[in-house]
Each structure stands twice: as C-alpha cells, then as structure tokens.
C-alpha cells in the first residue's frame, strides 16, 4: 500500500497480453492494442490512458491487480483491451487530423473490442482518455456496462482550452503546461529536443513534479516514459479536440454507472467538475484518493482498484441475470 510501489513495465507478455496492430479509424493508421487474459466472457475490460502516456501507464494497475493483496477481492483484470490512442505510444497520428475528434477516436476504440469479438465492455480511462470513455458511453449505451475514470480532465479542462485568460483560476498548472506545448510544437523538431534534453539533464522530474504528490518518490520508469510521450503535437491537437467537444449534449445520453476518482492534490481536476458531472450523469460517484496527485492509477494503484473496480463486477452480476440482450444498431 505504498505509494507508487510499481515500475512501468514495456514487456505486454509478463502480463500475458499480445500487441497487435489494427488498421482502423480516421485516416486508417495502423492502432497498436495490447489485448490477452482471455475468458469465455463476451465482456471486455477497456483501459484508455490519458495524453503524454500510453498503454504502459496501466502497468502499475495491472500488477497491483495480480498481488496478493487484493486477490481476496476478486480484482484481477481479465478479457482486457489497452491500446495505444493515435498520436501516442506505437500508434501515429494520421496525416490528416481533421477528422480525429473525440467522437471518432470512441467509434475506433468500439471498432477494436468488436474486431476482438467482443459484444460489451467495461471502461477504464485516465485523463484525457476520460472524454473518449464517456463519449464512448454516451455512443454505445447498449455495450457499455460501466466507465471508471481516474483524474478524468472534463469541464474545467474545456472551459480551460476555449478560454483560457477568463478561466486561468480554474486549472492554472493545465493551463500553463498547455501554453508551453503550444510553444515547443511551433518550434518543431527544437521543441522535441528540450523536452529530451530536459530527461538527460534529470531535469525533467521537477518540469512534471506537479503532476504527482510526491515526484521525488516517483518510480524513474515513469519520469523516463513522461519524456517519451509528452508531445507537444499531440498534446495540443487533443486538448483542442476538448475545447471543441459538445461534453452536454453527449454526457446526458449516458446510462450506465460512472464511478471517478482523483486526487486530493490533482492539479488538472477542478472541484467543480464534480458537481458539473453529477448533473449530467444520472449514475454518477466521485471517491477523492488521498494523498494522490493525476496519477492515481500509479501512485495508488490498490486505492483506484478498490473504487473502480468492485462497482463493476456488481454491474457484471446483473448483466449476467438479465441473460442475452438484443444489441442496439
């Protein structure tokens, strides 16, 4: 139960997970997914990361999920889908981004559990992946049985990218990092350089200390993985995608039990989301994880599983009672 106890792990086999490549979704570039731990359940476990990560964020997850202490509570993750979101981790950015919006990115993440042969799912997402888990939701309320989401960015992130100087006080950290990655993919391939510059330098963890409670403790897997996916591009084109993205009108749609966590030190999740979020979602709970900052997941993996996890098996009884359900569409 200490704070980050796990190291990111690059190596899908150590978790019995198999890395394919799926030619799918806007722009048709190939979708790197790591997907395995298969039952006879036609229900998958979808985990979505978060801009500047990629499927090895769940990694620190998926080992607190396997440790004794919580194979008591029956939370070892099966039938799991993790892949890596266009501009991040093995999967590139299409050349033409104008059709990569929120909306498309949650049809290509349904199109990839479908091609794996599954029929309904159980999402989990961090950060920014959050707005494709709910759009995802609010899309496909006949598939998804419940969404998780860990520091999900949502009102305030939006409020943040379309208006910025009016709502600095809002998320001022988000704000400002988003600025600075604004600036670094104007300067190209300089910008890039900084950012790798700043890891070799072992400056990087202090750049990034915001984004944890206590950076100092950080696993060194983490800092290193930071350096490789903090891309200005894709940083700046997803929370554009945000900033244009209609969270009302879709949200409402939503179903199925959403259950949140954050952070009582999380600099990209206002107090104000909450609330916001509870008005929308009919099934809505928010569980503030103590001594935490945006990255639950990794500095209190047993934490997250324990307010994420068990919603979703009781949600999984009922589908199974219910027996067979005719498919929307």
């Not at 990034?208 to 591009?233: C, N």
């Not at 900033?243 to 949200?251: I, K, L, M, Q, R």
Request: glycine share 8%; charged share 20%.
């Amino acid at each position: 139960m200490r704070y980050a106890p796990f190291a990111l792990d690059a190596d899908a086999r150590r978790f019995g997970l198999t890395t394919s490549s799926m030619r799918l979704g806007p722009g048709a570039v190939s979708v790197a997914v790591r997907h395995g731990r298969r039952t006879d359940s036609d229900t998958a476990t979808i985990l979505l990361h978060g801009a500047a990560g990629s499927w090895t964020t769940w990694t620190p997850l998926l080992q607190a999920a396997s440790h004794g202490e919580t194979a008591p509570m029956d939370t070892d993750l099966t039938d799991l889908v993790i892949p890596d979101l266009p501009g991040w981790g093995d999967t590139p950015l299409p050349a033409d981004t104008s059709e990569l919006t929120i909306e498309t990115m949650a049809a290509t993440v349904a199109d990839i559990a479908r091609a794996l042969g599954y029929r309904r799912w159980n999402v989990v997402a961090h950060s920014m992946g959050g707005l494709i888990a709910l759009q995802l939701a609010a899309a496909e309320t006949g598939a998804t049985v419940s969404v998780g989401l860990v520091s999900a960015t949502t009102f305030s992130v939006i409020d943040s990218v379309q208006h910025p100087m009016l709502h600095f006080g809002l998320l001022p950290g988000y704000t400002t990092l988003l600025q600075v990655m604004r600036m670094l993919r104007l300067a190209g391939a300089s910008g890039r350089a900084l950012v790798v510059g700043l890891a070799r330098l072992h400056l990087l963890r202090t750049v990034v200390s915001p984004l944890f409670r206590h950076p100092g403790r950080m696993q060194s897997t983490v800092i290193a993985a930071l350096a490789v996916e903090l891309r200005p591009h894709g940083f700046s084109l997803a929370s554009a995608r945000a900033g244009s993205y209609d969270a009302v009108a879709s949200w409402s749609r939503i179903v199925c039990p959403v259950r949140a966590s954050a952070g009582d030190r999380d600099v990209f999740v206002s107090a104000t989301d909450t609330d916001r979020l509870r008005n929308v979602i009919s099934d809505f709970s928010m569980v503030t994880l103590t001594d935490a900052g945006h990255f639950g997941h990794i500095e209190r993996p047993f934490h997250v599983l324990t307010t994420l996890r068990l919603p979703m098996r009781r949600e999984m009884r009922k589908i199974l009672a219910l027996g067979p359900q005719k498919e929307e569409g």
